[in-house]
């Protein structure tokens, strides 16, 4: 699958027609009817987000795993695989939400434990999000699922392309001279798959055009020291 090849090398893919419209529609009318009053919903003018999506909105799974995704798993990961976060944004026609260049660097865990090349520990929630070693990083795939059409105009991520190789990349030191700049346009029912450690920044909107996207990390890898993911799914 040349997608694959593409995350490898040059930290995201994209993959359009992974859902057909009626299966877009399906989810956002389960996502519409759920309740959305709970704390890990966050509801503001710029944004509307759900933390531990699969977790709040569990009758959504069935749709958001298809046979087209569960393939692309199966070749990235094997049979071995899960999910360790999801969430849900939102980012409405008139957000001026944006987000500057930066790495995921962190994981979600269920407790804090001290061990050694885990740091930088932060809880929200009742769930705690620590910095683990770059092995474990770099195993972690993320797939955002596009649920609107998606270009610069209403918040389309911008990624410096290969930069995921370059371990902890602080972005005031990007050489925008030598750095490739790339906006993801991806169109409704297409997925992104990215790499953590890319760096990745967020435009406002200005086109008036909602931006929904579902957002879900995998990873193969157990953690050490009686630390666990947090969130996570077994799919197989």
């Known amino acids: 699958m040349k997608q694959i090849d593409e995350l490898k090398e040059g930290g995201f893919a994209i993959m359009n027609g992974i859902y057909s419209s009626v299966e877009v529609e399906k989810i956002l009318s389960i ?7 709970k704390d890990t919903f966050r509801k503001t003018n710029d944004l509307f987000a759900i933390r531990q999506f699969l977790k709040e909105v569990p009758s959504i799974s069935t749709l958001v795993f298809n046979d087209n995704l569960v393939s692309i798993l199966a070749e990235l990961f094997g049979d071995n695989y899960f999910v360790v976060k999801s969430l ?3 980012k409405p026609a008139l957000s001026n939400w944006y987000v500057s260049y930066h790495q995921d660097l962190t994981i979600s865990v269920d407790k804090k434990r001290e061990v050694d090349g885990f740091g930088f520990w932060t809880k929200k929630q009742d769930q705690f999000s620590v910095q ?3 092995d ?3 195993n972690v795939v993320t797939i955002r699922i ?14 410096v392309l290969k930069s995921h190789n370059r371990g902890i990349y602080r972005p005031e030191t990007i050489d925008w001279t030598a750095a490739q700049e790339v906006s993801c346009h991806v169109q409704k029912g297409g997925i992104m798959l990215m790499k953590p450690l890319l760096l ?6 200005t086109n008036n055009k909602q931006r929904r996207v579902i ?8 953690l050490p020291n009686e630390l666990n993911w947090s969130e996570r799914f077994n799919l197989t």
Do not use: Q
């Open 31 to 37: 996502i519409e009817n759920t309740n959305s009053d």
């Open 88 to 90: 849900y944004f939102d």
């Open 132 to 134: 683990p070693p770059l």
């Open 136 to 138: 474990i990083l770099d």
């Open 146 to 159: 596009h649920l609107d059409d998606t270009d610069e105009n209403n918040g389309a991520l911008k990624v």
């Open 200 to 205: 990745h920044s967020s435009s406002r909107t």
């Open 215 to 222: 957002h879900i990390e995998f990873s193969s890898l157990e």
